[in-house]
């Protein structure tokens, strides 16, 4: 029986409020229909994931694919990617779209280089990912031997659905702050020598 009074005692809400302390509270349950709370880094999350920036550099048939992406029918605006640029100093979103010969890979090194932190690369296609069919000593293997991939869309060339399905990946891993240990350790490969 001397236990009971003890826990009212404990209980707050069984102590009388003072006026201040029902207005704060008023005050809270108002704040609840207009305010919430998050994490910073979720809110900046939020903000990258639907405001990518695309840069394309589409030099065969995904290329054309690519245009089907953008266009009104699949409509890549939808997610927040329609601001596409030709600028790498305006894009934080490098979506390689077709075949890369030995000789485009100091270009390719030299754009990715440019573009804003933080920056994702998108793999489109057989070819940029792994070559494609062309077996030859002109074209590179896959376009990860040279610059960091975070998101590879297979196919030949792959349907905009898998592009758009490609994009919402990548979001996915920006939202959920994904590590991303080959951004961080890539370096540029010691046989492409700077253009400029």
């Not at 995904?62 to 790498?88: N, T, W």
């Not at 702050?177 to 010691?190: S, V």
Request: overall charge neutral; aromatic content about 10%; proline content about 9%.
């Amino acid at each position: 029986m001397a236990s009971a009074p003890l826990a009212q005692q404990a209980n707050p809400s069984s102590l009388p409020q003072t006026a201040e302390d029902v207005r704060s509270k008023q005050l809270e349950d108002a704040s609840r229909s207009f305010a919430f709370t998050s994490r910073l880094d979720a809110l900046v999350a939020w903000g990258r994931k639907n405001s990518l920036w695309p840069m394309p550099y589409g030099t065969a048939c995904c290329g054309i694919e690519l245009m089907s992406v953008v266009g009104p029918k699949y409509d890549l605006a939808r997610f927040g990617a329609e601001v596409v640029r030709f600028s790498p100093r305006q894009a934080d979103l490098l979506v390689v779209a077709g075949t890369i010969t030995e000789k485009m890979a100091p270009v390719l090194v030299h754009i990715y280089e440019q573009m804003l932190e933080p920056k994702y690369v998108l793999s489109m296609g057989a070819c940029a990912s792994s070559g494609g069919f062309y077996r030859a000593y002109h074209v590179l293997q896959g376009i990860e031997q040279v610059i960091p991939v975070d998101v590879f869309v297979p196919g030949c060339p792959p349907t905009p659905e898998a592009v758009l399905d490609g994009v919402m990946s990548l979001q996915k891993m920006i939202a959920d702050g994904h590590p991303r240990p080959w951004t961080k350790q890539w370096q540029r490969p010691t046989w492409i020598k700077p253009i400029f």
